[in-house]
């Protein structure tokens, strides 16, 4: 079945340093892919998506690109901020059949000043 | 325009208890969506209601969750009863369209925790 992998958390880092967030996928044909974040106290927010292989979705300075030749999506971020400390969900949708979200198992990211 | 609402936002309960989550959807929302994530893992698909029927229910654990969407309008999703490896966060979502889930939004979740 459809399954999304991501990189095993806690990650800590300092502010204004790099972020990169790995997730991979395993689907039947090509799915649309997602980034979700979930702020403390807050519901699961849509971050960013691709539809199709080679898009670039980004947004709040958060990037992820598809790609379809190593089955990943991964998040990336220049520069990050204290307010950027939250989960991080890579979530896929099949373009055919049931629409479901299928969800990596988070990530959850703390920024120290 | 108030978001997807879900009460409580965190319940201890006991094992063998019963335990109802409730969901207020967006108004006018149709599509009404059960996610849970257990012990830190994946977030997992429950349930998908379209006004008051279940459009898919294939996600549903056991005979121990019961979702009802009495008029279409809030959810509850029951436990009875609960068990230890019932605990984690249930995720509410609600959409316009049909078939849109990408385009949902999430509740704040319920933390249960059974003891």
């Known amino acids: 079945g459809d399954s999304v992998t991501q990189m095993e958390g806690p990650v800590t880092l300092s502010e204004e340093a790099f972020l990169t967030i790995n997730c991979t996928y395993t689907?039947?044909?090509?799915?649309?892919l997602f980034w979700y974040v979930q702020y403390p106290g807050e519901g699961l927010q849509l971050l960013l998506k691709?539809?199709?292989?080679?898009d670039k979705g980004s947004n709040k300075g958060f990037e992820a690109t598809y790609r379809k030749e190593t089955t990943s999506f991964h998040l990336e971020k220049g520069s990050v901020q204290v307010s950027d400390s939250a989960v991080y969900f890579c979530?896929?949708?099949?373009?055919?059949?049931?629409?479901?979200?299928?969800f990596g198992q988070g990530t959850r990211l703390t920024i120290n000043p | 325009e108030a978001g997807v609402t879900q009460f409580p936002s965190h319940s201890v309960i006991e094992k063998g208890q019963t335990v109802t989550l409730r969901c207020d959807p967006i108004?006018?929302?149709?599509?009404l969506y059960w996610y849970r994530r257990v012990m830190g893992k994946e977030i997992k698909f429950l349930l998908h209601?379209?006004?008051?029927?279940?459009?898919?229910e294939s996600g549903m654990p056991n005979n121990r969750f019961l979702a009802e969407r009495t008029g279409g309008t809030y959810s509850t999703l029951k436990v009875q009863p609960a068990e230890l490896e019932d605990s984690g966060v249930y995720f509410c979502?609600?959409?316009?369209?049909?078939?849109?889930?990408?385009?949902?939004?999430f509740g704040q979740g319920t933390r249960l925790t059974v003891v």
């Open positions: 979502a609600s959409s316009q369209l049909q078939g849109r889930i990408a385009e949902a939004f």
């Open positions: 689907a039947t044909g090509y799915p649309s």
């Open positions: 691709a539809t199709k292989a080679d």
């Open positions: 979530a896929l949708i099949r373009i055919q059949g049931a629409q479901k979200l299928v």
């Open positions: 108004s006018g929302h149709d599509n």
């Open positions: 209601f379209v006004k008051e029927s279940k459009q898919d």
